[in-house]
């Protein structure tokens, strides 16, 4: 009795089960695309709104930032990543981590790196590892959604069941699994676990967009006039479906960077430590948390900085391109 | 209107929505009309008469699963029930083509105008843009769109209603087809803009001898444009004419119900708007009785007991019982 009230009702969240109510918010995104009033330019209206919106503002001021630094790191970082300039310093027993000092404003780590460079440089990892992962798994979600959405039937229910079956797995568990199925871990090892996990979320989104497309008036109109079936799903469907994809993926670029940070922390990304990567030097920074956690701080606090600026930047951009909130 | 044998006959059409676990449900249930050259037929009833279902019947656009669709739909000596689904494409668009109600939903929002109406002309006339992109300026300026060179590569954002309904009209128009489908063009504009389209349809089919089907539930459209008008009650036609006779001595009931509530600037002010009373939920089935009867201001008791059967007269129809001659000065 009381199950079945959860299932009937979406606000009682409590009693369904994880890969449920990853389900039910994906779907309510999908949803939230199909029913717009394109009297004004969705996309015209919705820039006017989030030029006024402070949330917006601040998330991509942060974006922007982050990425001219990452481009520009290789020449703004005052030291090679991989130098050791304060090696001299380091003194295993005393003091292992040097302090800052004139040329090295946050000290160096406990091989005598200067710590902000490899803090710079770090960023380009992070910015890599995060959109081409993103990239990969649009590309994937893209091209399962389509098939699933536009073809129907038979094609639609096995592309489902998978997706289905892969977003009841917890996702950073299922990124740990996969990347620990590469023989030698590297970045790409990284970023095709982390695509993995994306291409359900972006697959289901899609569908759900594409079949509210597919009962629309235009489509409706299209195929009244012997359009092919082909140019409707590519010329009428897929563009006005993309919508709310494209802006879950700048929330999804978030949870990627967390992600990616995540899997270096736990050993299984680049194992290069000549290619600084914020999650990377988080785990390098265990040993020397109680007496030194400066060097745990500063990575982590950049992982935060930048996972806040994606969302803030998604989460406005998502609100200013749903209809409900719309006035 | 030279040869007698008509542009699209249509034959016992009947259309059954099937759910699973429940009664199919017979959104059209019988319906037989013949449309000729040049000429316009009036489709009018009130919601959920299966008005709409029919023309989607007509043009193949019902959903495949849950709808069963019988009867003959002869045009050119076939029958476009018993057409593949890629040989209905090749005909949609072509042969029948259908103007929504909608003109604003019915137009996909990304993409420019002038691509949407030359889409048409490369799918079934093997143009390529360049060369189709002329012909549509031509069809947008022939239905009365104003700077069509610059509509061409608008958006339908940018475009008022009424040049929407009037682009969603070249578009169809592309290709020349012998018969067009107009579902309610004109509920979702504002009373001038329909006049102005209603009077574009109307030239239209007198310049090209198309035929038009025209979908409503305005008698004061069929009025302006029909020559022959079918008045459609849940699934089944319950009477037949030609406008003149429908309006002077129209004999069903339910048609006296639709001419009756039609609002008039000559009722003497604070007089209630007429209404049929009841909805078609009220409705019995037509296996045993007369559907109309439970809203009926005519009803006697055979109604509920028999099915009143389609008496055909030249010209004429009707489906009823109890029928009235009523005079509309």
Known sequence: ???????????????????????????????????????????????????????????????????????????LAPWDPAATPLLDKVRPQSNPIPGPEPGHPLGGDDRGRDLLSRLLVGSQQ??????????????????????????????????????????????????????????KPSQWTVIIAIAVIQVPIFARLLRGSLLGQRVSDHVLAARALGVKRGAIVFRHMLPNALGPVIVQATLVLATAIIDAAALSFLGVGNSDDRRPEWGQMLARAQPFIYDHPHLAIYPAACIITVALGFTLMGESLREALDPKSRR | MTTNDPLLSVRDLRVTFTRHGEEPFKAVDGVSFDVHAGQ???????????????????????????????????HEGTDLLKLSSSEMRDRRGRDIAMIFQDPLSSLNPVVPIGIQVTEVMERH????????????????????????????????????????????????????????????????????????????LKELVEDTGTALIMITHDLGVVAGLCDEVNVLYAGRIVERGDRHRLFAHSAHPYTNGLLGSIPRLEAPRGERLTSIPGS??????????????????????????????WEEHP???????????????
């Open chain 1, 1 to 75: 009795m009381t199950d079945q009230q959860g299932t009937e009702n979406p606000s009682t969240k409590r009693g369904l089960s994880y890969g449920e109510r990853r389900k039910q918010r994906i779907d309510e995104l999908a949803a939230a695309s199909v029913d717009e009033t394109p009297g004004v330019s969705l996309y015209a209206s919705a820039w006017r709104r989030l030029r006024r919106n402070p949330v917006f503002l601040i998330g991509a001021g942060i974006t922007v930032l982050f990425v001219i630094l990452a481009v520009i790191s290789p020449w």
């Open chain 1, 126 to 183: 992070t910015l890599i590892v995060g959109v081409m992962a993103t990239l990969f798994g649009l590309v994937g979600g893209i091209t399962l959604g389509t098939l699933a959405g536009a073809l129907g039937g038979w094609v639609d229910s096995v592309i489902m069941r998978m997706v289905d079956v892969l977003l009841s797995i917890p996702s950073l568990l299922l990124a740990i699994s996969i990347a620990a199925l590469a023989q």
């Open chain 2, 40 to 74: 316009t037929l009036g489709l009018v009833g009130e919601s959920g008469c299966g008005k709409s279902v029919t023309s989607l019947a007509l043009m193949g656009l019902l959903p495949a699963r849950g709808n069963h669709v019988e009867g003959e739909v002869i």
């Open chain 2, 125 to 200: 006339r093997d143009l390529s843009r360049k060369e189709a992109m002329p012909k549509a300026r031509e069809l947008l300026e022939r239905v009365g769109i104003p700077d069509p060179n610059a509509r061409l590569k608008n958006y339908p954002h940018q475009l008022s209603g009424g040049m929407r309904q009037r682009a969603l009209i070249a578009m169809s128009l592309a290709c020349a087809p012998r018969l067009l489908i107009a579902d309610e063009p004109t509920t979702a504009l504002d009373v001038t803009i329909q006049a102005q389209i209603l009077a574009l």
């Open chain 2, 280 to 309: 078609v939920a009220d409705n019995l089935p037509w296996t045993s009785s007369c559907a109309f009867a439970p809203r009926c201001p005519r009803v006697l008791d055979r109604c509920r007991e028999e099915t009143p059967v």
């Open chain 2, 315 to 329: 010209a004429t129809g009707l489906r009823c019982h109890n029928p009235a001659e009523v005079s509309h000065g």
